[in-house]
Nanobody
């Protein structure tokens, strides 16, 4: 049974930072991992992705502010979020994209003063 468990969400003031973690349980090779987010009343959108070799892709809305990384030995992917804005408020989901598709349960990020 493979599980993705996110952590690190919370309430932060505008301009602040948070680091999300996604731990993958089970002995499984995952090539591409991604972070997605879904704000109230909006569709889920892809934020960033990273492959096993460390190549990354980012959504234009968060480029220069967020950094995705991974520790393959720990089967964990991270999302460092800096200069947070109120519009970054959403539930953030971790997703295994390739070769298997799994979703985490999500973690709430709220950016508010």
């Amino acid at each position: 049974q493979v599980q993705l468990v996110e952590s690190g969400g919370g309430l932060v003031q505008p301009g602040g930072s948070l680091r999300l973690s996604c731990s993958v349980s089970g002995t499984i090779f995952i090539n591409i991992m991604g972070w997605y987010r879904q704000a109230p009343g909006k569709e889920r959108e892809k934020v960033a992705s990273i492959n096993y070799g460390g190549s990354t892709n980012y959504a234009d809305s968060i480029k220069g502010r967020f950094t995705i990384s991974r520790d393959n030995a720990k089967n964990t992917v991270y999302l460092q979020m800096n200069s947070l804005k109120p519009e970054d408020t959403a539930v953030y989901y971790c997703k295994s994209e390739s070769p298997y598709v799994y979703w985490g349960q999500g973690t709430q990020v709220t950016v508010s003063s």
